[in-house]
């Protein structure tokens, strides 16, 4: 059965560094996701991208995050300037496009990335 | 502004035992989705069972089943024969066109 996948599974790194997520969506998705989780928190919505640009995004996506399709594979969220407050688990998610079979208006996620900034 | 309200922070189970999940939302929308997602101690977010606003029927998937009140915007989980591995988190979600909103979540513990 065909999954997300994200990588790296746990990414440490120094506040003020910038850091990139990775992700690959199900292979016939059109619809991509970036959600945040703070540790003991609901899932957050970051950002909806659709046809290489985005198409929502939320309050926490400020100007210190951006998102990437640099293939047609990879999905990439990256951080400019990682803040303490960006730790969380990070995940990816992905939609079928209505018409292309599946589910078209389920998302599925990925495993997660853990960000720990210190 | 859509809403998702998980009013149960922890429940337990007995193993083999039924659990329903409360959740109620709000929103302004007639067309939309519903989601339960399961997060085990790995944190994966895996879905567990979804519901289209318009389809009257609940939804069924195996030992999970959702109880849709629409006019009262209420989306329940039951989980029969409850079972060790459904110890996780329980989040309820709802969707519009596209982005999900989660409510906080429901601790289930299945105590064998």
């Known amino acids: 059965e065909p999954e997300v996948t994200q990588t790296p599974s746990h990414q440490v790194t120094q506040m003020g560094q910038e850091v990139i997520l990775r992700c690959v969506p199900i292979s016939n998705h059109l619809y991509f996701y970036w959600y945040r989780q703070i540790l003991g928190q609901k899932v957050e919505f970051l950002v909806s991208?659709?046809?290489?640009?985005?198409?929502?995004k939320s309050e926490i996506f400020d100007d210190q995050f951006s998102v990437e399709r640099p293939d047609g594979s990879n999905f990439t969220l990256k951080i400019r300037s990682t803040k303490l407050e960006d730790s969380a688990m990070y995940f990816c998610a992905s939609k079928a496009l209505r018409g292309s079979g599946g589910s078209t208006d389920t998302q599925y996620f990925g495993p997660g990335t853990r960000l720990t900034v210190l | 502004a859509q809403t998702v309200t998980q009013s149960q922070p922890e429940m337990s189970v007995q193993e083999a035992e039924t659990v329903t999940l409360s959740c109620t939302y709000d929103t302004s929308e007639s067309n939309y989705y519903l989601f339960w997602y399961k997060q085990p101690p790995s944190r994966q977010m895996i879905l567990v069972i979804r519901?289209?606003?318009?389809?009257?029927q609940n939804a069924t998937e195996n030992r999970f089943s959702v109880n849709f009140q629409k006019a009262a915007k209420s989306f329940s989980l039951k989980i029969s024969d409850s079972q060790l591995g459904d110890t996780a988190m329980y989040f309820c979600?709802?969707?519009?066109?596209?982005?999900?909103?989660f409510g906080t979540g429901t601790r289930l513990t299945v105590i064998p």
């Open positions: 991208f659709y046809n290489n640009e985005i198409s929502e």
């Open positions: 979600a709802f969707s519009r066109a596209n982005n999900l909103f």
């Open positions: 519901q289209e606003a318009y389809k009257q």
